[in-house]
Each structure stands twice: as C-alpha cells, then as structure tokens.
C-alpha cells in the first residue's frame, strides 16, 4: 500500500485491509497510534537509540533499516546488549 510516514497512512492501509504497519524510520506517533489500536507496528531503525525508542514507543519488533547496516556482527552485538528487542535485519 505504499510508504507510511503518518498515522493518516496507517489508518488508510489498516481501513484497506493491512494487518500491520511497517514504516521506512522511527516515528513516534505512528508507532503509538499503532499500539493503541494493536496494531503492530515494525520502525525501521538504523541505530541503537532508535531501537530502543521504537521499543519504548510501543513497536513490538524493530527492523534494521537499511538492513545492510552494521551487517550480522553489528546485529549480534546491539542484541547481546539489549536482548529486549526483536531486531529484523
């Protein structure tokens, strides 16, 4: 259904059918509009603070945007650190 970068996009997809939201980078309300209505919601997130704040605004699965970043040891390294996070490369 297209990029979403507002919560007018994520509604308009969820109102045609969508089951969750993935967005292209963090954004706040997007994320909480999202756990408000339970909705998963995955940010896409390029560094450890986004992760976490994505967390912490209520996204259940953060994904590692772009997903070359870092490559695999990065990955281990932040989710050895911080094992509360679900992080898709």
């Given at each position: 259904?297209?990029t979403i970068?507002?919560t007018t ?5 969820i109102?045609?059918?969508?089951e969750?939201i993935?967005t292209p980078?963090m954004l706040?309300d ?11 919601c ?5 560094t ?12 259940p699965l953060q994904?590692l945007?772009?997903?070359v970043?870092?490559?695999p040891?990065w990955?281990?390294?932040v989710?050895s650190?911080?094992?509360f996070?679900?992080?898709n490369p």
């Amino acid at each position: 259904c297209g990029t979403i970068l507002n919560t007018t996009d994520a509604e308009n997809v969820i109102d045609a059918g969508a089951e969750f939201i993935i967005t292209p980078v963090m954004l706040p309300d997007v994320i909480e509009w999202c756990a408000a209505r339970n909705i998963v919601c995955v940010p896409g997130c390029q560094t450890p603070t986004e992760l976490v704040n994505a967390y912490r605004h209520g996204a259940p699965l953060q994904k590692l945007f772009p997903g070359v970043a870092g490559g695999p040891n990065w990955v281990k390294a932040v989710s050895s650190a911080l094992p509360f996070l679900s992080i898709n490369p």
